[in-house]
Structures are given as C-alpha cells and as structure tokens.
C-alpha cells in the first residue's frame, strides 16, 4: 500500500503538471494574457513571450512523469528488478527539486528577472514549494 507522503506528493506533482499543461493549452491563469503569464512564471523581459506550446507540455509530461515515479517508487509490488531504475530516476527527480528550489534564491541567476512579478512570486512561493517537494521526496524515499 502506499503511504500518505507518496500519495501527496503525487496529487501536488500531477496538479503542477496539470497546470502546465493548460498553459500549453492557451490557459494564461494567473496571467491574463501570455505577457502577464510571462512576467509571473518565468520572469521573462517584457515582448519575451512563452516558451513553445511543445516545451510547455514537454515539461508537464515530465513533471507528470515524476507524479508517477513517486508512486511507483512506493509500491510494493515494485520490489523487483526495476527497483533500482526507479530508485535512480526518484533520487533524480528529488535532486532537480532541490536544485530548482535552492536556485530560486541565488540572485546572480534572477538578475535579468528582478523588475518582473515573477521574481517576488518565486522567492515566495515557488522556490519553497520546490524545496518543500524536495523535503517530501526524501522523507517519502526513507518510508520507501
């Protein structure tokens, strides 16, 4: 059976997903419009634009693609040979949170960020929510 941390960790990855894969779809929230969306999730320069709708759903496969690792990583049938790829890949998943979590406050790598909403939004909210996965996936790995 697989535990509550695995489980809210999946729920939290597959709703992160499903938001990027709205924005690929033409959905600007919380933006209003692809500029707005822009200058909240990417902290890109004002006409920059988003990125292609392909990258986009792109990476909410791959977020998705994690939501899935979690559990897999956490089901008890997995104890076969597979164990270790997916062991592997969940260690690599907990790594790109972390890193994407401890990045968000490095300001050498915000600099060209810094007049967009996106810059306040990520200290607040993003980089701890990357950080706060990253911590679930580790105690998750300890249950596992």
Request: aromatic share 12%; proline share 7%; with cysteine.
């Amino acid at each position: 059976m697989t535990n509550p941390v695995a489980l809210t960790l999946a729920a939290v990855l597959a709703a992160i997903s499903l938001l990027h894969f709205a924005w690929a779809a033409g959905i600007y929230w919380p933006g209003k419009d692809p500029v707005s969306l822009s200058d909240k999730v990417m902290g890109a320069r004002p006409g920059a634009g988003l990125p292609p709708t392909w990258l986009t759903a792109l990476v909410a496969t791959a977020i998705l693609g994690a939501a899935l690792t979690v559990l897999m990583f956490s089901v008890e049938a997995w104890d076969g040979p597979w164990r270790p790829a997916f062991a592997l890949a969940y260690i690599a998943i907990t790594l790109v949170f972390l890193a994407r979590g401890i990045a968000g406050y490095v300001p050498a790598l915000w600099r060209q960020a810094r007049a967009t909403s996106f810059y306040r939004l990520n200290r607040l909210y993003y980089s701890p929510l990357c950080l706060l996965i990253a911590a679930g996936l580790v105690v998750n790995f300890i249950l596992g």
